[in-house]
């Protein structure tokens, strides 16, 4: 699997050409697996990305999946004397940064990316807010787990906020010196520290493999994100 070091458009590509991307319950395809009939060159596969988030395709993709999420809140917050509990991820779970990705070209640059969590202008997935808002009111424990690192705490606690986020129980972020090369056992470490303290976890919500590998959550939930990869 292609770690964030850019775009994956092998992956953009392929979805785009075989039409679609049923993100919900399908194992993210390496670039082998894919095999796309044609090569793409890279501006058509820009503007395909552009058109697949500006002409409301993400939108009702979105929307599908977080209907599903919602069918899935139970009504009661507490199971076998237990708090149930929501973990979800930042970056294109709770979050967009479409914007930003757009106009560095869909290029990922640390020291850029860093400096654009701290100008605090990600903007709330509509139907995500939406379900957090509902689990919140039903009483569940809703926790954060990003790959984001503890420097951008501050920026990335208030940006959740100013949007309508609150009331979360912790943010998990990785530690500035993380040197793993997957984000993954980092996000397994955390459900498993969740549930040490007698949650259970009754839903995971993320848009990358590595957000929801590992188990430890009842449901499992993937958003469509056609931008990047994380591994």
Known sequence: MVTWRGVLWSVAIGVL??????????PLQSAAAVQ???????PAAKAGVVAYYEQGQYEREVAKVMAEAMALL???AVQDGKRLA??????ETALSTYEY?????????????????????????????????????RGLALFFVT???????????????QVGYDGWEKLYM????YREPSVQPFKQRCREEIEAADYVIWLNIGDQRSDLDGGHARHGIELPNLIYTVE
């Open 174 to 177: 990785k530690a500035d010196d």
């Open 147 to 161: 790959g984001r690192r503890e420097k951008s705490r501050a920026a990335t606690e208030d940006n959740l906020r």
């Open 74 to 76: 139970p009504e009661t």
């Open 17 to 26: 050409l075989l039409g679609g991307s049923d993100c919900r319950h399908c």
């Open 86 to 91: 929501v973990v979800l991820d930042i970056d």
């Open 101 to 137: 990705q757009k106009g560095m070209g869909f290029g990922h640059y640390g020291k850029a990316w860093h400096q654009w969590i701290e100008m605090r202008r990600a903007t709330a997935i509509a139907p995500v807010l939406a379900f957090y808002q509902a689990a919140r009111a």
């Open 36 to 42: 796309p009939p044609a090569l793409l060159a890279l």
